[in-house]
């Protein structure tokens, strides 16, 4: 999983080279030609990226994607190299505060009482008490990926990053295995113990049906070819296996407030981006069958970093007012979100191999 750090000082605005480029003749996620520009003239404000990007949206399926976008071989250059989570992952045991255990049994009382986990130090009537409170509960739900004891306990994580979640994972008994295509990242995951393989799925040549679970956390959108991908994780599972996705939302609160400003589009890295219904329309074309879209809440965060892209390319003045009406806008697109996944800030799927 990547974690975008610390914005940095923009580049000088550059072109990308055009050797670098390819011009897509159809959607990459429903194969349509017919499709409408939706975003011209954009520019990568998080770290400079040399370049200037448009946007499509599909005719058909709705999924928005980058063309001309850089290619296979050199979207490498649009990653700064701070970009990937490369820090060691925490180990579990290393939490040894009297607050943090307090913390970690309400936890793993949560996570037995509504995932079926037998875990020790568990305190259920704290995870009773906290399953009641619905933004901490998404959060928690959010963490494990809603993956219960039951589906299993073999563990593909796509974007695996520094191993962070494989770790959480293994300390509720999975046996977790990452993939990424950034060395660094999977250096990070092995010096945790962990299984990780640098490259894609096909590269790393898994046998079929070995994994009960492949989760997904904002990597798809990253994909020049998502169905493909998607096939690779159907190929994986075994019959009746969990795949778990979460990217961003384009029908989000957020994007319909900040428009080319919002966080989530970030080109060029971006390359294709979705509608909770275009996600699921791919997630069918690929075999799955899509079982369920549950809340999640996060909009701080997006709305935070959306905010920062519109005063920098449209500055304004910020008062008392204002500020108050953000905090006041943050919470209701939360609250919007716990009643209505679709209008999240991400979207997450849950979807299966028959």
Same mark, same amino acid.
């Given at each position: *999983? ?11 605005r550059?072109t ?5 480029l390819? $011009?897509?003749?159809? !959607? &990459? ?20 990226? &040399? ?6 949206? !599909?005719?058909? !399926? @709705?999924? /928005? ?8 071989? =050199? ?32 936890? $793993?009382?949560?996570?037995?009482? @509504? ?5 020790r ?26 993956? =219960?004891?039951a ?8 974007? !695996?990053?520094?191993?962070? +979640?494989?770790?959480? *994972? ?15 990242? #999977?250096?990070?995951t ?16 898994f ?6 679970? #492949?989760?997904?956390?904002? #990597? ?8 493909a ?9 075994r019959?009746g ?39 699921? @329309? ?10 369920? %879209?549950? &809340? ?6 997006? +709305? ?9 390319? %449209? ?7 204002? /500020? +108050?009406?953000?905090? /006041?806008? #943050? ?20 979807? =299966?191999?028959?």
């Open positions: *999983m990547r974690a975008a750090p610390q914005r940095q000082a923009p580049r000088t550059e990308w080279p055009s050797s670098g390819e $011009n897509l003749a159809a !959607c &990459p996620a429903c194969g349509a030609a017919g499709r409408t520009p939706l975003h011209a003239g954009l520019v990568d404000t998080l770290y400079g990226v &040399p370049g200037t990007w448009t946007l499509h949206c !599909c005719g058909i !399926c @709705r999924a /928005v994607y980058l063309s001309p976008r850089p290619t296979a071989a =050199t979207i490498g250059d649009a990653y700064p190299v701070y970009y990937y989570t490369h820090a060691a992952a925490l180990p579990t045991e290393a939490i040894v505060t009297p607050w943090r255990r307090i913390r970690q049994a309400v936890r $793993n009382g949560y996570f037995a009482v @509504r995932y079926g986990y037998e875990l130090s568990a305190w259920h009537v704290g995870g009773r008490a906290l399953a009641l409170t619905p933004a901490l509960r998404q959060r928690l739900d959010l963490s494990i990926r809603h993956l =219960t004891r589906t299993g306990s073999r563990l593909l994580d796509v974007g !695996c990053g520094n191993g962070a +979640f494989l770790m959480r *994972m293994r300390s509720l008994g999975w046996r977790g295995t990452g993939v990424d295509t950034d060395p660094k990242a #999977v250096t990070a092995r010096a945790m113990g962990l299984d990780a393989r640098l490259g894609t799925i096909r590269a790393s040549s046998p079929d049906g070995l994994f009960d679970a #492949v989760t997904l956390s904002h #990597v798809i959108e990253h994909f020049h070819d998502p169905v991908q998607l096939e690779e994780c159907y190929r994986v599972l019959p296996g969990v795949l778990w996705i979460s990217t961003p939302n384009l029908a989000g609160t957020g994007y319909r407030r900040y428009g080319r400003n919002w966080r989530g589009l970030e080109p060029p890295r971006h390359l294709v981006l979705f509608t909770p219904g275009a996600l699921s @329309r791919l997630l069918v074309r690929a075999g799955f069958v899509v079982v369920a %879209q549950p &809340p999640s809440v996060g909009a701080r965060w997006m +709305f935070e970093e959306s905010e920062a892209i519109r005063r920098e390319m %449209q500055p304004s003045a910020q008062g008392l007012l204002a /500020v +108050f009406e953000w905090h /006041v806008r #943050v919470w209701i697109a939360d609250s919007r979100a716990l009643l209505n996944a679709a209008s999240a800030e991400e979207i997450v799927v849950i979807a =299966t191999k028959p």
